[in-house]
C-alpha cells in the first residue's frame, strides 16, 4: 500500500527548514543584475578580452576537449606554476609552484582555508566593512565570526585591533587589502603588527592563520603585500583573476604561501575540482598578461579621474587602490542610489551608512556616471 503525502508550497519556508542556527536569518551574497545602461556595481573589468587571447582560449579549449572523456590534472601542476611565474615577475618576490594553490575563484580559495584552519569551535576576525564573503563563508563552514575595529577613515585601528586579537584569540583573521568596498590599501606595518598579534594570541602557541586578500591588488598604487609571506608560514596572500585579467566569468582565483598551507588545504578540496576547459582558459590568459595589464594601467587612470571628479562635485570620496570608488557622504544613500540609477547608471548600495561604491569602468561609462551624479546632486538642491 503507497500513501500520497499532498504537500502545500505556500507553506514552505526556508526558515522552516532544519538549516543549520547561524545561517538563519542571512541573506545570500549578490549584488543586483539589472539590464540598465551602464552597470558599475560589481567590480567587472569592463574590457572584454582582446581578440588574440580569444583565439588562444579557443585552441587551448580545443585541445582540452579532446581529453574531456579523462579526468583533469587533479593538482593543475602547469597552471599553478605560470601562476608561481606571474607572481614573481609582478609582485616583486620569487614564488614557487608548491607555494600556489588554485580553485574556482577566489571564494572557493577562502572557503578551502576556512574548511582547513577554521570549523566548528573555531573563530575568524575581519575588519568591517569589508568583503563581507569573509564572514558569510565563514559561517557557512561553521566558523564564528568576530567583527574587528576600523577608524572613521575605514583604516584599520592597529592597537584597538591588537587588543581584540589578544582577547578573542581568534583562529583565522582576515585582512582585505586594498578593501572592498572602501578601496583602502593597508600598510606592510599593519600587516606584521596583526600577524604577530595572531600569533602571540593562542594559547596552544600554535599561532592563527592571517589572510591576506589581494583580490584588487594590481589596480593598488602601492606594492603587492606577497613578500611578506617569506619566512611566515601562517601567512596567505589570495588573489583572483577575475578583476585584474578581465575573467570574472572563468572564475579562477589563487593563493600564495607556505608549502605547509597549500598541502593542508588539499585535505579538504574536493576532487578534480578544477576541470579542463578552466585549467586552459586560464593558461591562455596567462599568456597575455601584458597586453591585460595595459587595460589595468588605463582602469587606474579612470579610477583616479573619478576621484578627482566626484571631490569636485561636492562628493565625500575614500582614496581608493582598487578599481572601485566609494563616495557619500548621503542622508540617504539608498535614496541617492536609487536617483542615480533612474538616470540609467548603476553603482553599489553596500549598506555602509551615507556611502555608495562605483566600478571604474570605459571612459564613456564613467562620463555618463559623473553627468548622472552631476544632475542628481543638482536636483537634491532644489
Known amino acids: 500500500m503507497s500513501t500520497h503525502v499532498t504537500r502545500n508550497p505556500a507553506v514552505s519556508r526556508m526558515d522552516d527548514l532544519p538549516i543549520r542556527d547561524e545561517l538563519r536569518g ?28 580569444v583565439r588562444r582560449i579557443a585552441e587551448r579549449v580545443t585541445e582540452a576537449a579532446r581529453q574531456l572523456n579523462r579526468y583533469p590534472d587533479r593538482d593543475a601542476i602547469e597552471l599553478r606554476t605560470e601562476l608561481a611565474r606571474y607572481l614573481t615577475r609582478t609582485a616583486g618576490h620569487p614564488v614557487s609552484t ?3 594553490w588554485a580553485a574556482n575563484g577566489s571564494n572557493e580559495v577562502l572557503q578551502q582555508l576556512l574548511q582547513t584552519f577554521g570549523g566548528p569551535g573555531r573563530t575568524a576576525l575581519g575588519f568591517e566593512p569589508s568583503y563581507s564573503m569573509h564572514g558569510l563563508i565563514s559561517r557557512g563552514t561553521g566558523t564564528a565570526w568576530l567583527s574587528g575595529p576600523r577608524h572613521d577613515d575605514f583604516t584599520i585601528d592597529v592597537e584597538a585591533a591588537r587588543a581584540a586579537i589578544a582577547a578573542q584569540r581568534p583562529d583565522v583573521v582576515f585582512i582585505c587589502s586594498p578593501n572592498n568596498p572602501t578601496g583602502t590599501a593597508v600598510e606592510a606595518d599593519t600587516v606584521l603588527a596583526l600577524y604577530y598579534a595572531a600569533q602571540a594570541a593562542r594559547a596552544d602557541g600554535a599561532g592563527a592563520l592571517v589572510v591576506v586578500d589581494e583580490a584588487y591588488g594590481e589596480f593598488s598604487h602601492r606594492p603587492s603585500l606577497l613578500p611578506l609571506i617569506g619566512g611566515r608560514p601562517n601567512l596567505v596572500v589570495s588573489r583572483t583573476m577575475s578583476k585584474a585579467f578581465g575573467a570574472a566569468g572563468l572564475r579562477l582565483g589563487y593563493l600564495a604561501a607556505d608549502p605547509a598551507v597549500v598541502d593542508a588545504v588539499q585535505l579538504v578540496r574536493l576532487p578534480y575540482h578544477l576541470s579542463s576547459v578552466t585549467q586552459a582558459t586560464a593558461l591562455a590568459a596567462l599568456e597575455h598578461t601584458d597586453t591585460l595589464l595595459k587595460y589595468v594601467e588605463q582602469l587606474k587612470t579612470e579610477r583616479d579621474r573619478l576621484v578627482t571628479e566626484l571631490r569636485a562635485a561636492g562628493c565625500q570620496v575614500v582614496d581608493s587602490d582598487a578599481n572601485f570608488v566609494q563616495f557619500g557622504l548621503f542622508d540617504d544613500a539608498h535614496a541617492t542610489w536609487q536617483a542615480i540609477l533612474d538616470h540609467g547608471v548603476l553603482v553599489r548600495d553596500n549598506g555602509v551608512p551615507g556611502w555608495l561604491r562605483v566600478t571604474a569602468g570605459t571612459p564613456a561609462e564613467n562620463d555618463a556616471f559623473l553627468d548622472a551624479v552631476r544632475a542628481v546632486l543638482k536636483e537634491s538642491k532644489r
Do not use: C, H, I, S
Not at 26 to 50: C, F, H, I, S, W
Open 98 to 100: 608548491e607555494q600556489v
Open 26 to 53: 542571512k541573506t545570500p551574497y549578490g549584488a543586483p543584475q539589472l539590464d540598465v545602461p551602464v552597470r558599475l556595481n560589481t567590480n567587472e573589468n569592463p574590457y572584454p578580452l582582446p581578440e588574440p587571447l
